[in-house]
């Protein structure tokens, strides 16, 4: 029986359970140029808090009582289109549902099998992986020797952000939340230093992991983070600002403290939206596939399994239990 | 008699005439290779309240009883050196004191006659001039149909922020407090739109000056102005901070609200400091000084009469009564 999941109500503050409904839905019919697409893994991203809100975010905002939506990796089960045949992988913008049909195949691309696993096309070779590097790469301009300090160091971005430094010659230093995500940070993505922010003064952390200071801070968090990012920075940094998601679910927005640092010590920060940079895609796949190939890039993936798990795989990545990327895979491969 | 002025103690918040100390002093004796320099004009400049305080600030701070530096216009009345002549115009950062000796005529520039106005080293042609031309064209990079809104409109940076982005086809809108350096702004500068922010709600002023957004930003008060720009700014606009003028005085930080925005609209904000492009000021004379002479670019100097009134056409310039660039002249040219 297909199965979707649905707004329910908008959340105030933090989403919860009651912000979703799963329901049993009809099995999608494949008309005339359509393509019907059996859901593999979905992507759980953070700007999905923003679209779940009333006005608009980076994308309009999801209507009450219609699907949730976001990056799907799927197999093609059945299509009347040209360009795809049965068994094909791809990706899109589709329904979080375990079948959807995708009328006369729009907006769905055919993942090269030569990219490796699928799901690689909405995680390492896709868009969080090209914003890792527009943000690390063209905003943060590292160079060698330069401290590149990177938040939510162990989340989907930061660990790309961060590796993709070292490998411009930086010095990495990640903050992440509890030691299993620390651990991660400096075991698997090599990084040159790692802190648990929950269980150390801000300025003690980065006194200590960033003596030389901060040339480049990749900012996932904003908040306090941000601030102390300032009052640690050298001369010059640079500070791509890819998303501040202390301030998804806050109800009210403190402020940031210490801007006039930015005169005194030439800062530039740079917001950046990754749809701006898609046509980088090709090329940064082109980069970083061989890396991942080689095994001199690692990107781990956090599999949930269970469309119906989904909701709660999103609340719970908000919260920051995920390690790496978050997936929720909804059927086998 | 020669007369000095000395910092007699250090303000908390806003500057008063208690924090200056003015008293007779020796006459220079002009050493070997020395100069002894006759003051005509200082230049008073919001950055000089951050060297009143303790720590460095974007220079070192004044010592307690030792005299305030800032740039000075001045006549060689003595010179030991071969490289300055009596009767030549200089500039340099000096003493406020009547007359000074330069040792070995360190720091010392003679000033082109060509230029203009001596007085032009220190203000259209010097470093306001410069910091204007770095932040209206460089950092904020209008083009032609823009909108370049400006703060601080009618001060010494900001009336040229806003003609050198009005010749590159912007349209330039301006803020300032009071009437009168509104109708400056709009008159002598020839800005499209200016408004009082005194007088007029920000957000309600933009909507209305700004009615296809903002561009790009020239922050030179920072606080709420720098907030409303963020809630007003177009996808992609560029803000360059020239200085908080609204924090220098403060005495707590409230910190600014908004930021995320910078994410969602892909903001980039850069602070500057214009001793970083020193070396870049022959090209921006060569370039503007034909301008003042045309009549095609408008500067206006607000000149305070007398050494002994310095302290108070500070204080004044930091409450906002200054209409363009304020110097105290100290003699006759």
């Known amino acids: 029986m297909n199965t979707r999941i649905l707004l329910e109500r908008r959340p105030v503050g933090w989403v919860d359970a009651s912000c979703f409904r799963i329901e ?16 593999i893994w979905l992507s759980l991203d953070p700007y999905l808090r923003g679209r779940m809100n009333e006005g608009p975010s980076y994308a309009p905002g999801f209507a009450i009582g219609a699907p949730i939506v976001s990056r799907v990796v799927g197999r093609v089960l059945a299509s009347r289109n040209a360009r795809f045949a049965e068994g094909d992988f791809v990706w899109g913008f589709l329904d979080w549902a375990l079948r959807t049909v995708v009328p ?19 995680s390492a070779l896709g868009m969080p992986g090209l914003t890792a590097w527009i943000g690390a790469m063209e905003i943060g301009r590292p160079r060698p020797g330069d401290t590149v300090y990177v938040s939510s160091a162990a989340g989907a971005v930061g660990q790309l952000a961060g590796q993709f430094a070292r490998r411009a010659g ?13 651990a991660f940070v400096l075991g698997r993505c090599g990084f040159d230093a790692a802190f648990d922010y929950k269980a150390q003064d801000l300025d003690e952390a980065l006194r200590e992991h960033c003596p030389r200071g901060i040339d480049v801070y990749f900012d996932n968090v904003g908040g306090s ?30 402020g940031i403290k210490g801007l006039p640092l930015m005169v005194s010590k030439r800062i530039a920060m740079t917001g950046f939206i990754i749809y701006d940079h898609v046509h980088q895609l090709p090329a940064y796949q082109a980069r970083v596939a061989p890396w991942l190939r080689d095994g001199s890039l690692h990107f781990h993936e956090d599999i949930v399994h269970g469309l119906e798990r989904a909701p709660a795989a999103l609340i719970g990545m908000m919260k920051g239990e995920a390690i790496g990327k978050r997936l929720v895979q909804v059927s086998a491969v």
Request: proline share 9%; charged share 20%.
């Open 225 to 254: 983070t941000l601030e102390a990012a300032l009052r640690h920075a050298n001369v010059g940094a640079r500070f791509p600002l890819c998303g501040m998601i202390s301030a998804y679910n806050a109800t009210s927005d403190a």
């Open 104 to 122: 006369r195949g729009e907006g769905l691309t055919r993942i090269d099998p030569a990219l490796g696993r699928p799901s690689l096309a909405i």
């Open 170 to 182: 930086a010095r990495v230093v990640g903050s992440a939340g509890g030691p299993d995500k620390v």
């Open 24 to 39: 049993p839905c009809p099995e999608p019919a494949c008309g005339a140029e359509d393509v019907v697409v059996e859901a």
